[in-house]
T-cell receptor, first 117, second 115 residues
Framework: AQSVAQPEDQVNVAEGNPLTVKCTYSVSGNPYLFWYVQYPNRGLQFLLKYITGDNLVKGSYGFEAEFNKSQTSFHLKKPSALVSDSALYFCAVRDQKVDTGRRALTFGSGTRLQVQP | EPEVTQTPSHQVTQMGQEVILRCVPISNHLYFYWYRQILGQKVEFLVSFYNNEISEKSEIFDDQFSVERPDGSNFTLKIRSTKLEDSAMYFC?????????????FGPGTRLTVL
């Protein structure tokens, strides 16, 4: 079974400071990992993904994420937070080991990022 | 930029009634999905659809649920007899489908309220 944990319900950071939103995962094989962001009354917007290769993945809006296999983590980062980054962030995983016809993503519970001016 | 669209944005229904939620996936995508998010809870997978058939479904997707691609553009989720616990935000998503590594693109959601 595949699972994701986002240990923080909320992260508060001041504008201009670096931010980190944590995610750990569990799969039987190797993971495909994704970050999505949800703004109020909007759907989930894709930010970035890890498939294979470089452990540091760069995505939309200046976000990046670091894959760490030994710690089974995929933390989302941004060097300098903006007030407009305030939203709900979801980490998701799919086990590479399962049949490629099975595409279901398993999501974490979400982390609310609040960036203060 | 192409996007997934969903209608209606909000649906209110009485318990026991049938509802149909509609989605238009991105036009060149081959895999379609429904997820739901009960208020304050995780986004949960319901079903995936490829080549005009269900390719995967979760335990949530019981006999009360069905999906259909009635034409070349729409993808629908039907709940035959709604229950109070079906109240949730329902998200449609699509992916290119060429690989399991493809990201899924989500629509804005339909908020279903069952009274």
């Amino acid at each position: 079974a595949q699972s994701v944990a986002q240990p923080e319900d909320q992260v508060n950071v001041a504008e201009g400071n670096p931010l980190t939103v944590k995610c750990t995962y569990s799969v039987s094989g190797n993971p495909y990992l994704f970050w999505y962001v949800q703004y109020p009354n909007r759907g989930l917007q894709f930010l970035l993904k890890y498939i294979t290769g470089d452990n540091l993945v760069k995505g939309s809006y200046g976000f990046e994420a670091e894959f760490n296999k030994s710690q089974t983590s995929f933390h989302l980062k941004k060097p300098s937070a903006l007030v407009s980054d305030s939203a709900l962030y979801f980490c998701a995983v799919r086990d590479q080991k399962v049949d490629t016809g099975r595409r279901a993503l398993t999501f974490g519970s979400g982390t609310r990022l609040q960036v203060q001016p | 930029e192409p996007e997934v669209t969903q209608t209606p944005s909000h649906q209110v229904t009485q318990m026991g009634q049938e509802v149909i939620l509609r989605c238009v996936p991105i036009s060149n995508h081959l895999y379609f999905y429904w997820y739901r998010q009960i208020l304050g809870q995780k986004v949960e997978f319901l079903v995936s659809f490829y080549n005009n058939e269900i390719s995967e479904k979760s335990e949530i997707f019981d006999d009360q649920f069905s999906v259909e691609r009635p034409d070349g553009s729409n993808f629908t989720l039907k709940i035959r007899s709604t229950k109070l616990e079906d109240s949730a935000m329902y998200f449609c998503a699509s992916s290119e489908g060429t690989s399991g590594r493809d990201e899924q693109f989500f629509g804005p959601g339909t908020r279903l309220t069952v009274l």
